[in-house]
């Protein structure tokens, strides 16, 4: 398997996701819609999207390294 289709089944599943969580969200009981609910997510969101952003960046980071160690 190539890395563009890995690539495209990787955005696929985050698309269907997404449209899951907004299909969910409309069944939610109001008082997990509150604001001290919404807040809480917000926080967790905020979290995994920084260590996301850490892992992407260290990926890339030793994906350099080693290109520029097979350069030489």
């Given amino acids: 398997m190539g890395s563009l ?5 990787v955005g ?8 899951a969580g907004l299909l969910l969200q409309k069944g939610l ?3 997990h819609t509150s604001e001290r609910s919404r807040d809480m997510i917000g926080g967790v969101v905020g979290l995994l999207t920084l260590l996301l952003a850490l892992v992407l960046g ?9 290109f520029n160690t ?3």
């Fill in 12 to 19: 696929a599943l985050i698309t269907a996701s997404g449209l």
């Fill in 70 to 72: 097979q350069q030489t």
């Fill in 58 to 66: 260290l990926l890339i980071w030793t994906a350099y390294g080693v």
């Fill in 29 to 31: 009981a109001e008082r």
């Fill in 5 to 9: 289709s890995i690539a495209l089944i």
